[in-house]
C-alpha cells in the first residue's frame, strides 16, 4: 500500500532564509514580525517564568537594552506562558535586579511560535521552550540561531558579538575570524580563481596580513 506525503504544517526555522513569520499576543499587544522589518531582531525563548535560571537572563538582556538599541535590535521573548504570568514576572525581575524590561514578552500558550521555530524539543522537554536564540537581520532574513540546555544560562555578550559580527560582514563584505570582536582584523574573502592568487607581497602591498593564499586579514 502506498503511502502519501504530507506537507509539514508548520514553517521551518533555517539559516539564510526568511525568517517563519507570526502573529503573536505579548505584554506590549499583539505584534507581527513584520512589525519589525527594518530592524534587526533578536527573539529569544526560556523554558518558563519564575524559574531561577530564566530570571538571570531576564536580568542581564534588560541590562543591556541599551546596547541592542545601538545596533538597531529589536529583543523579543518568548515562552510558554500566559500575558498574566509574563507581567507578574516581569515585575518581580525588575524589583530584583533593578532593570526596567521595556520589549515585548510573547505569550505563546498555543506554542505556535515555539513549533515554527523549533523550541519544542521533546528530549528537552514537551511541554517548555527550550533556551534558544534567532538573530533575524533588517529584511527578516534568519542570520544565526543557537540552542541551549535548560540547565545552561545564555552569555548576552557573546549575542551581541554575533549580532556585531553579522554587521561588520555585511557591511564590509568580509568574515570574522574566531573570538573575533569589534576592532580586531577581519577575513578577506579567498580567491576564487588561480588568476587572482597573490604573492605574499601583492597581499601586504593592499594592507592584508598574508599568512597564506586563501587566509588573509585586515582591519577595517
Aim: negative net charge; hydrophobic residues 40%; contains cysteine.
Amino acid at each position: 500500500m502506498s503511502m502519501e506525503l504530507q506537507s509539514p504544517t508548520v514553517s521551518l526555522a533555517r539559516l539564510n532564509e526568511p525568517a517563519p513569520v507570526f502573529e503573536a499576543i505579548t505584554t506590549h499587544g499583539k505584534i507581527k514580525l513584520t512589525d519589525f522589518l527594518g530592524k534587526w531582531v533578536v527573539l529569544f525563548s526560556h523554558p518558563a517564568d519564575f524559574t531561577p535560571v530564566c530570571s538571570t537572563e531576564f536580568g542581564s538582556f534588560a541590562s543591556r537594552q541599551a546596547e541592542f538599541a545601538d545596533r538597531n535590535v529589536q529583543l523579543i521573548g518568548l515562552s510558554v506562558d500566559g500575558v498574566q504570568a509574563h507581567l507578574a514576572w516581569i515585575h518581580d525581575i525588575e524589583s530584583v535586579f533593578g532593570q526596567k524590561i521595556s520589549f515585548p514578552v510573547i505569550a505563546d500558550l498555543d506554542m505556535k511560535v515555539s513549533s515554527m521555530y523549533g523550541m519544542i524539543q521533546p528530549g528537552a522537554s514537551t511541554t517548555s521552550a527550550v533556551r534558544a536564540v534567532f538573530i533575524i537581520d533588517d529584511k527578516g532574513i534568519l542570520r544565526a540561531m543557537v540552542y541551549y540546555p535548560m540547565n545552561v544560562g545564555r552569555n548576552i555578550s557573546e549575542i551581541l558579538r554575533v549580532v556585531d559580527a553579522l554587521q561588520t560582514s555585511d557591511k564590509h563584505g568580509v568574515s570574522t575570524p574566531a573570538d573575533w570582536t569589534p576592532g580586531q582584523p577581519v577575513v578577506v574573502a579567498p580567491p576564487a580563481t588561480a588568476s587572482a592568487l597573490e604573492t605574499k607581497e601583492e597581499a601586504e602591498a593592499k594592507g592584508y596580513d598574508y599568512k597564506r593564499w586563501y587566509l588573509r586579514t585586515k582591519t577595517i
